[in-house]
């Protein structure tokens, strides 16, 4: 563990640096801020538009740093022949993936907690409180990103970077309308209903972590709904890391 605990804080500080995680930062801060100006536009409905606009922007900008992070944390180091130096040391090639991962949740979780915080500051300058199923919508995006991040680091450990942002973003796009593909599938004959049922249900089914809607209309949401959701995403996201550990400790880095 003290190795895991090592590199998830080397991850940390280094992603800190990253020029790209302070500008989707600023870019998502800019949005949030910008949804207060469309509120004011509107007759009546602030604070539906201001938490529909605020979420979507926290799970964009969170979807964004997983995806373009993650898929560096393995096959950018590969492909800089950095990873040879850490490799060199007393950390096995498992070590190395989960760390990297949680260092990148870490960050994540700091993410969400900021903009999180942003969206706070602009309902109460209009009087509005954050609500439960906000603070909801945020932990559950929070699982997301996860989920969006454990795929990417699993992709990058087999292929490019530009190959894992690929497969990771067709990830969060399919597990979106994974409800939707399977539904189609039930209409459907030959392959094309197979390819489809299959994907519908390999894909996480992301919509079940997605409260914007219930948050936007001020909707409750019982708690073990939540939790549920939130441990759907997680087995998905150790199923992910736990592959990518195995498949990376296999691959032939000469």
Not at 56 to 85: C, H, M, S
Not at 136 to 152: D, K
Not at 177 to 203: E, H, N, Q
Not at 221 to 245: I, Q
């Amino acid at each position: 563990m003290s190795a895991i605990l090592s590199l998830a804080r080397h991850t940390v500080r280094e992603l800190i640096r990253n020029r790209l995680f302070y500008l989707l930062i600023v870019f998502a801060l800019l949005l949030i801020g910008a949804s207060l100006i469309l509120a004011r536009l509107t007759i009546g409905q602030w604070e539906r538009i201001i938490n529909d606009v605020g979420l979507a922007t926290v799970q964009l900008a969170g979807a964004l740093v997983a995806i373009l992070v993650g898929v560096g944390l393995i096959a950018g180091e590969v492909d800089r022949r950095t990873v040879y130096v850490t490799l060199s040391k007393p950390v096995t090639r498992t070590q190395f993936v989960v760390g990297r991962y949680l260092g990148l949740c870490a960050n994540l979780v700091m993410l969400v907690a900021v903009m999180g915080a942003a969206l706070w500051a602009v309902l109460a300058t209009t009087g509005y409180p954050m609500t439960a199923t906000g603070l909801s919508a945020l932990a559950l995006i929070t699982v997301e990103l996860f989920v969006l991040a454990a795929f990417a680091v699993m992709f990058s450990s087999f292929t490019t970077p530009t190959l894992g942002v690929i497969f990771s973003v067709s990830v969060f796009v399919i597990g979106h309308l994974a409800g939707d593909l399977v539904s189609f599938a039930a209409r459907m004959k030959g392959t094309s209903a197979k390819v489809l049922a299959i994907l519908g249900r390999v894909v996480p089914n992301l919509d079940l972590l997605n409260l914007k809607t219930q948050a936007a209309n001020q909707l409750p949401v019982p708690g073990t709904f939540v939790a549920k959701s939130a441990a759907y995403g997680l087995v998905y996201a150790v199923v992910a890391v736990t592959l990518a550990a195995a498949i990376f400790s296999r691959r032939d880095l000469k």
